[in-house]
């Protein structure tokens, strides 16, 4: 019999790539994970993780028996949102994480309605770039994901989560006021290609559209300063230290940078609430997603 425990150490494995990294997911030390590892190979008989020195990875067996925890783990999330709801359970806490301009537009007006026609449910919000919040829901640290459509995203597939879109918002080009093309209606990507870039760190979701836009538009950008708050990206703008594209509705209004609309179909960002698999029926869950859908 395969112990299900050991089948979340292997998920935490694939999911975070190495032993230390998982280690610290579930809270166990590196030797923990090891030794319920290499209890999960003696119980399936399998070779399951390959070994190079201090490094680790899966081998086909081992990909496979993930496959098969993913389902176990959504199976165990349906129960409890079965229990739960035949308790009818209406009254607890649901922990959410979301990016800061997505918290403006929807989870605080989600939160103001939830006052008012749910009250026992609390929502608990942590600020957290969509990067970083599907991980801390797949480690069970939160209960609602908000992110976006980005390259390392978990695909739409993907088995372990479940998806509610929410909204799409184009980005514009945010430029200094005296730059040239300030004036203009609206601004080509491809006139600047001679520009310095302002643009959020590596991994932020917001990097790739800058990315893809100006690969759509034949180049690389030459990012020169970086920052994951929109507010400091519109200050070094306004300074002329470069140009940014930036989400519509992010706050940027700082003197001395100019937002302009991107000619033709601007990029975008579509925009989710995601939760664990198995887990969308439960009571609280589908209170808190209605009030961020509606």
Partial sequence: ??????LRVLRA???HGTVTAAGAALHLTPSAVSQQLAALEAETGQDLLRRRGRRVSLTAAGELLVGHANAVAAELERASATLASFAAGSTGRVQLASFASAIT???APAVAALRVSAPSVTVVVRDAEGHTSV???LDGEIDVAITEEYRSVPRTDDRRLTRFPLYAEPFDVLLPSAHPLAGEPDVDVRDLADEDWVATLPGNPCRDVVLLA???AGYVPRI???SDDFRAVAALVAAGAGVALVPRDAPIRVPGATPVPVRGRAPQRR???AVRRGS???PLLRTVLDALTA
């Fill in 135 to 137: 991980p801390l829901l």
């Fill in 1 to 6: 019999m395969i112990d299900p425990r050991r």
């Fill in 224 to 226: 020169v300063h970086v």
């Fill in 280 to 282: 969308e029926d439960h």
């Fill in 105 to 107: 537009q929807v989870v």
């Fill in 271 to 273: 925009v989710f609430a």
């Fill in 214 to 216: 100006c690969e759509s």
């Fill in 13 to 15: 494995l694939a999911d």
